[in-house]
């Protein structure tokens, strides 16, 4: 990548404008693509495309693909102090019978350095399953964080060596939605939308200027604030949302200027972390109720049920290590309660007498049978059974690194064991549980170990200088049951531009149990534009 590499024909890419990037490459694998302009012609709106993913999320998970490819973010970039060098996608084998299994095989590297790759979503999901004309999961929807750039990512024309398709830049997004750092997306009837948790670089990143960006999805334009109305969060995160019930539900991380540099137990005090969750008229885009989930809780991700029937969720409370419940009442009101609680450990040596969990990410299962979560401080990966949603039992525990485990100056004052150090084919896991995502048959969870590299650098120091690492659990999706895979892990220690940070995790051709059914009313509610002989979303 050798700090952005050499821009060809005219430099590099404008707000959406084409250019063609040379590639500065250490092996074939690694390469910096051509980036074009969307437009009507694209691929995802040929007629003779026909809509991909599948029916239903349960029809996924009895009929889908096994996973063959998976796409991860390797970060480079360091916090608000930028970095050298870009991140880059890496895109790993997961074929047990290829020779390449559990490695890189493609790095992608993106044009500039600075953005903190992050998460991930499609332009196109499952909602346009066998419509003729369209063609799903063309692009991977890349944010950076901190730079603010939004990377289209085409991962349909070669899904082992993805290319640039299209870039938005930072400044054009403060012009024309006066937004910045850019957190997740989800493709919905007729747009993509995609959540932001400040205002412009420019401003200082103002928690006031959080909201929602609507995309285009035909031309992957701008077409401007989603929300409407004066109610507005006090800070930005996460969302989803659930047409049948005309429901949107978003959760707040906390004050950009805080949260960007580390995190400080003082300022959860001083009000700046967030501590609810916001219902929203999907119709109206307005604001009709906020959830209070106490002070100091800062609830995150936000996942409904996948039957798209069901009326209820769950968000995963931060610091207070808590999953909650969120449903819909009788009367109509939204309504949530505690189903999952972690409490914190006593120790010595380490920041703070007591060591939460820290919830960093959940998964259901595509029947809405387990779900999985993950305490990156801790160290653990927990699978419940929430066939009673209400009352949650845990079925599988494992430890993936963690802050608890031996061999460190932390010791638990209960008396309780410690974790040891998880080394798999050699190598010593670092950092703890971060990021899940479930294989479509609920068979197999990946797990990375990074969070946010300010964050990693002030809890996990050694995860700067040996790198993150991507592995596999295996899953008993009969009785419950976690156990590592001996065979799988992809060491990001050991890649060429130096040891990388890895975060959100994506399946190449398949919606994963996370992101991939972004539209959860698979058989209704999408809207379509026709001309003589092209369906397009």
């Avoid at 040996?466 to 890649?495: C, M, R, S, W």
């Amino acid at each position: 990548c050798g700090g952005g590499g050499a821009a060809a024909e005219g430099g590099a890419a404008a707000e959406g404008g084409a250019s063609s990037l040379a590639p500065r490459a250490v092996g074939a694998e690694i390469s910096q693509s051509r980036i074009d302009v969307g437009g009507p012609g694209q691929e995802c709106c040929k007629k003779n495309a026909v809509g991909g993913g599948y029916a239903s999320p349960l029809e996924a998970m009895r009929s889908g693909t096994r996973e063959r490819l998976l796409y991860i973010p390797a970060i480079l970039n360091n916090g608000l102090e930028g970095a050298d060098k870009p991140d880059y996608l890496a895109t790993v084998d997961l074929d047990p019978e290829s020779s390449t299994y559990s490695q890189v095989v493609h790095r992608l590297c993106m044009p500039e350095p600075g953005d903190e790759l992050h998460h991930m979503g499609w332009n196109a999901c499952s909602s346009c399953h066998a419509k003729k004309g369209v063609s799903t999961h063309n692009y991977l929807v890349a944010p950076g964080v901190v730079s603010g750039n939004i990377y289209f990512i085409d991962v349909k024309t070669d899904p082992r060596a993805p290319s640039i398709f299209k870039v938005i830049k930072a400044e054009e997004l403060a012009r024309k939605a006066g937004v910045a750092l850019p957190h997740n997306s989800h493709c919905a009837p007729g747009e993509i939308i995609m959540s932001f948790m400040g205002g412009p670089r420019e401003e200082g990143f103002p928690s006031s200027g959080n909201g929602f960006v609507s995309f285009d999805p035909k031309t992957l334009e701008i077409n401007g604030r989603w929300e409407r109305g004066d109610k507005k969060p006090s800070f930005g995160y996460d969302f989803w949302y659930q047409p049948r019930h005309n429901v949107m539900v978003s959760s707040e991380w906390g004050e950009p200027q805080c949260f960007a540099r580390g995190f400080n137990p003082a300022h959860v005090h001083e009000g700046k972390y967030g501590q609810k969750l916001y219902v929203w008229d999907w119709a109206e885009h307005r604001i009709i109720q906020e959830l209070d989930c106490g002070r100091g809780s800062i609830p995150l991700e936000v996942r409904f049920l996948h039957d798209p029937s069901a009326s209820e969720g769950f968000t995963g409370c931060a610091l207070s290590s808590e999953i909650l419940r969120f449903f819909k009442k009788p009367d109509g009101e939204w309504a949530i309660e505690r189903v999952i609680s972690i409490p914190p450990v006593p120790v010595e040596n380490w920041a703070l007498p007591e060591m939460p969990a820290l919830i960093t990410d959940f998964v259901l299962s595509l029947d809405d049978r387990f779900l999985y979560l993950a305490c990156w401080l801790h160290g653990d990966v927990r699978q419940y059974d929430i066939s009673d949603t209400r009352n949650p039992k845990l079925v599988g525990q494992v430890f993936i690194g963690g802050s608890l485990k031996r061999g460190t100056a932390v010791r638990r004052t209960d008396g309780a064991d410690q974790p040891e150090p998880l080394v798999v084919k050699g190598i010593e896991v670092q950092g703890g549980a971060q990021m899940v995502q479930l294989s479509l048959d609920g068979k197999r969870l990946f797990v990375s170990t990074s969070l946010f590299s300010a964050w990693d650098a002030q809890f996990y120091p050694a995860l700067k200088e040996k790198g993150a690492q991507l592995l596999q659990l295996d899953v008993n999706t009969d009785q419950g049951g976690l156990f590592v895979n001996p065979e799988f892990i992809v060491d990001f220690g050991q890649e060429p531009f130096g040891p990388a940070l890895c975060h959100e995790m994506g399946f190449r051709e398949i919606a994963p149990a996370k992101f991939g059914f972004d539209h959860p009313a698979l058989d209704v509610l999408v809207f379509f534009e026709q001309t003589e002989d092209t369906i397009v979303i």
